[in-house]
């Protein structure tokens, strides 16, 4: 896991999300969430984690957004673009709600082609295509 300098989290406070236990909110279309869009999904109507995915499709990166000592994970599905291989994996905000976000690279050939954004325990976004 490697950390890449994007926005910190106190921009993503900001997002307006209306009420409901599993809302979820997107900066574009879901099927396009690429580098500045941002999907957000919310427990008991509080946004409690943001995940995207790059336009190349090569990195992942996902934030804990709530101080509520719960954390939240991307899962993810990737493809190697030469063998049709397909794997699974997830990456976490290892810090909680503090500054900085888990962020994973894909290695050479592989591209990110689905996530969701997940809080331990608790609520999911839907599954997104990238």
């Known amino acids: 896991m490697r950390s ?7 921009a993503l406070t900001g997002l307006a999300l209306a009420a409901g236990a599993s809302a979820v909110l997107a900066g574009g279309s ?13 427990s008991a ?6 995940v995207r995915v790059t336009t190349s499709h090569t990195k992942i990166e996902v934030c804990d957004t709530a101080k509520n000592g719960i954390g939240v994970y991307a899962e993810f599905y990737l493809k190697n673009n030469r063998s ?7 990456v976490s905000d290892s ?7 888990g962020t994973y690279r894909t290695e050479t050939g592989w591209v990110i082609t689905r996530f969701r954004g997940i809080e331990r325990g608790s609520t999911s976004s839907p599954w997104i295509t990238a």
Do not use: Q
Request: net charge negative; glycine share 12%; charged share 15%.
């Open 4 to 10: 890449i300098p994007w926005p910190r989290k106190t």
């Open 30 to 42: 879901p099927a396009a969430a690429h580098d500045t869009n941002w999907v957000c999904w919310a």
């Open 84 to 90: 049709g291989e397909i794997a699974h994996d997830v």
């Open 45 to 50: 109507g509080s946004t409690v984690g943001c």
């Open 95 to 101: 810090n909680g709600a503090d500054p900085g976000c």
